[in-house]
């Protein structure tokens, strides 16, 4: 930490005088309408800013002489206006036409200068401030499920988004695109523990764009990425105070509120500026449990705009628990939600009744807390410090310091016992356990279950996985002539703990279940005590140094990038044995899996190169060839560092990865799109997942490798049919398959998990005066569960629904928006996946375990910009 602290003191006593000239104004419509999160930037420099909620910007430069400053936005022309910059501050009115062309829109994501779309080499899809504060902020799945070449599944929730993108195998969860806030890595290490990388933060009303890039120099700058790159960036301050609330409530008792402040701290003449956010919600659903859900959090910075840069001091905390929805047992053939004892649906066979198991351990009373769900309590501190040497020569610092209380907790999809059904009858329940009798009787009131009512026995998850990290980025930007070349490096250093239980329980076949006795065999309704033990603690130690060359000619733009990246991990295993602890003289009771207290320790390390290569070539001003190439690499999940008898750990190594992309873009006045062919492919892929013991109720982590390939055509468009109606959409076809399987020859030429060959998006969006409407389909075809291929999940659409009517009630742009809001509006029924811890073993029986994807929800909201 000294170390870091000693390089910031260094560059803050750093200073050129040089001139600066201070660019201010508005950016609005031809109406007079704002336009928040405009971008503005002196073409070819650095210097740029974004326009906030009320249209205004300002921002210094020190290029001088005669320059063009540009303006853009999403669905709008590009405007350029000739200043000269001579030290005298410039205040502008900018006026922008609407346009169907949306690759004007700048990049601020994997890219060194800013540049439109339209200007680099690679896939990009970006939301402003508009679309972003008109969503459905709950969940990351909802919010990407427009980007073109992703498949999103929410069937979990509101967090754990599974991402899917083009042409990769089944990794959810952010593993092969990370998650970003303001440039740096929600976390900078996945695989420390299982946990998707969106149960730490929430996004909300203080997010101003969100960037997208797929391939290309996203394997790159900072954490780097084998896919791509998800970057948010927040609101920051300005001259002009503004301040916006916003109100929903919504189905299964869904409230929430947001609130967004921000502006100057200090006088006319203040140099300092403030963006404050928060929320705070509570919901019983998206699927009711019985157990409530609730959090709240808070985001913040200060920014100190020096002489020649920039100071940002950004923060978080979040205190927050939601549930998670895993697959349970659906009707068998139909796949639709089933039937309970009591005649009415299923929706969920979580339940608030299992809140209340307790039992014995070698380490005193255990009491789940299976109820508080997906928890997080913790946030980061992150410092940015930018100064400009001079005009083509640019320092870019980040430190961040994050740490997190953290439970993933949550039920499984059975029993897990090898033979016995899923659902049972009391018969088969006593028979497949060897057992010649027993009571089977209501945990609540005793009362004797009827002689059809049929049986659950599942289990729970608990986890405790507390994290912290600390990581830094420093980039130097060199612009010379036709060049803007930037080196940098990346460090971080990551320790998580990863400490699982697992416990069985007996219920009722119903929604939201009662647990369940059965005399001589279970203890208020838990059938297994201790059923599964883990407990690793896990650090891992990055270090990466990159270089980039963004060459822009006359038609031509070129980049060229380099990075090499070290990993050391240290892994501490507990060991486990059987431990008797009570004397009920019921053996599954008496005895638990347990930490002994001994560990194993182990240590691993690697390193690799990656290399990415594009080109651009502008045909004319509508029309722009492209194409790319990368070699990258992902360092595997530490997790899944296995030892041996004699302590030894497995093998260590990178998993490569090289990708390949040729397109074109297209845009005018009225429409914008592009035409892609991509190649993928994947080699020594090392796949993590936990499976069904089949010698007890336990889970077992079951580690391939495996090389895979996938080719596949993408489109995109966007069409201003009028002022007012314009569409859009994508379509992306792909073949995939498995090249080679180190633990299964079999598996080869099978497709990959949950991976469709066909994806379709199409979105409708009308906006005229004060009205607003959009309504969004995504489809996804079909898919296997599971690598055997045994299993085919059928295609399923959704169609998403949001309409607002703003109201002027006060002076000075003072608005207040009204809007109606709906996931899955036909509730249509699909199912995202089928049981990942049967695997390659389930099969199409009475009841096939599979997750629905979530209901038909809606919201209500009202937001007031005053």
């Given at each position: 930490?000294?170390?870091?602290?000693?390089?910031?003191?260094?560059?803050?006593?750093?200073?050129?005088?040089?001139?600066?000239?201070?660019?201010?104004?508005?950016?609005?419509?031809?109406?007079?309408?704002?336009?928040?999160?405009?971008?503005?930037?002196?073409?070819?420099?650095?210097?740029?800013?974004?326009?906030?909620?009320?249209?205004?910007?300002?921002?210094?430069?020190?290029?001088?002489?005669?320059?063009?400053?540009?303006?853009?936005?999403?669905?709008?022309?590009?405007?350029?206006?000739?200043?000269?910059?001579?030290?005298?501050?410039?205040?502008?009115?900018?006026?922008?036409?609407?346009?169907?062309?949306?690759?004007?829109?700048?990049?601020?994501?994997?890219?060194?200068?800013?540049?439109?779309?339209?200007?680099?080499?690679?896939?990009?899809?970006?939301?402003?401030?508009?679309?972003?504060?008109?969503?459905?902020?709950?969940?990351?799945?909802?919010?990407?499920?427009?980007v073109p070449g992703i498949t999103t599944e929410n069937g979990g929730g509101e967090v754990a988004s599974n991402v899917f993108v083009r042409g990769l195998p089944s990794g959810g969860q952010f593993q092969f695109n990370p998650l970003q806030i303001d440039g740096m890595p929600v976390l900078s290490t996945f695989g420390l523990n299982s946990s998707a990388h969106d149960v730490y933060f929430r996004s909300d009303i203080g997010m101003k764009s969100l960037e997208f890039v797929r391939g290309g120099s996203s394997v790159l700058y900072g954490v780097g990425s084998v896919a791509g790159i998800i970057?948010?960036?927040?609101?920051?301050?300005?001259?002009?105070?503004?301040?916006?609330?916003?109100?929903?409530?919504?189905?299964?008792?869904?409230?929430?509120?947001?609130?967004?402040?921000?502006?100057?701290?200090?006088?006319?003449?203040?140099?300092?500026?403030?963006?404050?956010?928060?929320?705070?919600?509570?919901?019983?659903?998206?699927?009711?449990?019985?157990?409530?859900?609730?959090?709240?959090?808070?985001?913040?910075?200060?920014?100190k705009e020096t002489k020649n840069g920039s100071i940002t001091v950004s923060g978080q905390y979040i205190d927050d628990q939601v549930q998670f929805f895993l697959p349970y047992a659906l009707e068998g053939g139909t796949r639709n939600r089933p039937i309970g004892n009591d005649g009415n649906e299923i929706m969920t066979l979580q339940t608030a009744a299992a809140s209340r198991i307790s039992y014995k351990t070698p380490n005193g009373i255990y009491n789940s807390p299976i109820e508080d769900g997906v928890a997080t309590k913790g946030g980061y501190v992150m410092v940015n410090f930018v100064h400009n040497f001079n005009e083509d020569l640019k320092l870019d610092a980040k430190i961040r310091n994050s740490s997190y209380e953290h439970q993933f907790n949550l039920f499984l999809d059975g029993h897990g016992i090898s033979g016995a059904k899923v659902v049972e009858t009391q018969a088969e329940y006593l028979t497949a356990r060897g057992l010649t009798g027993g009571v089977f009787t209501s945990l609540n009131g005793g009362a004797v279950l009827p002689a059809n009512a049929r049986l659950f026995e599942n289990r729970i998850l608990d986890r405790d996985?507390?994290?912290?990290?600390?990581?830094?980025?420093?980039?130097?930007?060199?612009?010379?002539?036709?060049?803007?070349?930037?080196?940098?490096?990346?460090?971080?250093?990551?320790?998580?703990?990863?400490?699982?239980?697992?416990?069985?329980?007996?219920?009722?076949?119903?929604?939201?279940?009662?647990?369940?006795?059965?005399?001589?065999?279970?203890?208020?309704?838990?059938?297994?005590?201790?059923?599964?033990?883990?407990?690793?603690?896990?650090?891992?130690?990055?270090?990466?140094?990159?270089?980039?060359?963004?060459?822009?000619?006359?038609?031509?733009?070129?980049?060229?990038?380099?990075?090499?990246?070290?990993?050391?991990?240290?892994?501490?295993?507990?060991?486990?044995?059987?431990?008797?602890?009570?004397?009920?003289?019921?053996?599954?009771?008496?005895?638990?899996?347990?930490?002994?207290?001994?560990?194993?320790?182990?240590?691993?390390?690697?390193?690799?190169?990656?290399?990415?290569?594009?080109?651009?070539?502008?045909?004319?001003?509508?029309?722009?060839?492209?194409?790319?190439?990368?070699?990258?690499?992902?360092?595997?999940?530490l997790r899944g560092v296995k030892f041996d008898a004699n302590n030894n750990t497995s093998s260590y190594k990178p998993e490569k990865i090289k990708q390949a992309e040729l397109g074109?873009?297209?845009?005018?006045?009225?429409?914008?799109?592009?035409?892609?062919?991509?190649?993928?492919?994947?080699?020594?892929?090392?796949?993590?997942?936990?499976?069904?013991?089949?010698?007890?109720?336990?889970?077992?982590?079951?580690?391939?490798?495996?090389?895979?390939?996938?080719?596949?055509?993408?489109?995109?468009?966007?069409?201003?049919?009028?002022?007012?109606?314009?569409?859009?959409?994508?379509?992306?076809?792909q073949d995939h398959e498995v090249k080679k399987s180190e633990s299964n020859p079999t598996l080869v030429g099978n497709k990959l998990v949950r991976q469709p060959n066909f994806l379709n998006k199409l979105g409708l969006v009308y906006e005229k005066s004060s009205f607003d409407a959009n309504m969004d389909f995504n489809y996804a075809g079909e898919k296997y569960a599971n690598d055997a291929n045994t299993i085919l999940l059928d295609g399923y659409g959704v169609f998403d629904y949001n309409m607002g009517y703003t109201f002027s009630v006060g002076e000075n742009d003072e608005t207040l928006r009204l809007g109606f809001q709906s996931f899955n509006i036909f509730n249509s029924e699909g199912i995202t996946e089928g049981s990942p811890r049967l695997g390659d073993n389930q099969t199409d029986e009475e009841f096939f375990v599979g997750r629905p994807i979530i209901p038909r929800t809606f919201l209500l909201s009202a937001t007031f910009k005053f």
């Open positions: 930490m000294k170390k870091y602290l000693f390089t910031f003191l260094c560059l803050f006593s750093i200073s050129v005088v040089f001139s600066q000239t201070k660019i201010s104004g508005t950016v609005k419509d031809n109406t007079g309408m704002s336009i928040p999160g405009a971008n503005i930037l002196v073409v070819g420099s650095t210097s740029g800013t974004t326009s906030d909620y009320d249209g205004n910007f300002q921002f210094t430069t020190n290029v001088t002489g005669v320059q063009k400053v540009q303006v853009s936005y999403i669905g709008f022309a590009t405007k350029i206006q000739t200043v000269t910059l001579n030290g005298t501050a410039i205040k502008l009115q900018i006026v922008i036409e609407e346009s169907g062309n949306t690759l004007n829109e700048v990049l601020l994501t994997a890219t060194s200068s800013r540049r439109s779309q339209k200007e680099t080499p690679m896939s990009i899809t970006s939301f402003g401030v508009k679309q972003l504060s008109q969503a459905n902020l709950s969940s990351q799945a909802d919010i990407l499920k427009s970057n948010y960036t927040s609101e920051t301050g300005s001259m002009t105070p503004k301040n916006i609330l916003k109100i929903e409530t919504g189905s299964y008792a869904h409230n929430k509120a947001q609130f967004l402040t921000s502006g100057p701290l200090g006088n006319d003449d203040s140099t300092l500026f403030y963006a404050l956010s928060g929320s705070y919600r509570y919901d019983e659903g998206p699927i009711v449990t019985g157990i409530p859900t609730e959090g709240y959090q808070f985001r913040g910075n200060i920014k996985r507390p994290i912290s990290e600390l990581v830094s980025e420093i980039k130097l930007t060199k612009t010379a002539g036709n060049h803007t070349i930037t080196g940098g490096t990346f460090m971080s250093r990551s320790k998580a703990g990863d400490f699982n239980v697992i416990t069985s329980y007996l219920s009722e076949y119903n929604d939201q279940p009662e647990l369940v006795n059965l005399s001589g065999y279970t203890q208020n309704g838990i059938t297994n005590r201790g059923a599964g033990y883990t407990n690793k603690d896990i650090t891992s130690n990055k270090t990466a140094i990159f270089l980039t060359d963004e060459i822009k000619l006359v038609n031509w733009n070129f980049d060229i990038g380099l990075r090499y990246e070290t990993v050391k991990g240290r892994i501490l295993n507990e060991k486990t044995a059987s431990q008797l602890v009570d004397n009920t003289g019921i053996t599954n009771l008496d005895n638990v899996t347990w930490g002994t207290g001994e560990y194993q320790i182990g240590e691993v390390s690697a390193d690799d190169f990656a290399i990415a290569l594009a080109s651009l070539y502008k045909v004319n001003d509508n029309l722009s060839v492209y194409g790319n190439l990368s070699s990258g690499y992902f360092f595997p999940e074109l873009k297209y845009g005018n006045t009225r429409f914008s799109g592009t035409l892609a062919t991509y190649l993928v492919a994947l080699k020594d892929r090392r796949s993590v997942n936990f499976i069904n013991n089949t010698n007890g109720p336990g889970l077992v982590e079951d580690v391939r490798i495996y090389d895979t390939q996938s080719i596949g055509i993408e489109a995109t468009g966007s069409y201003k049919i009028s002022d007012a109606f314009s569409v859009n959409g994508s379509v992306t076809f």
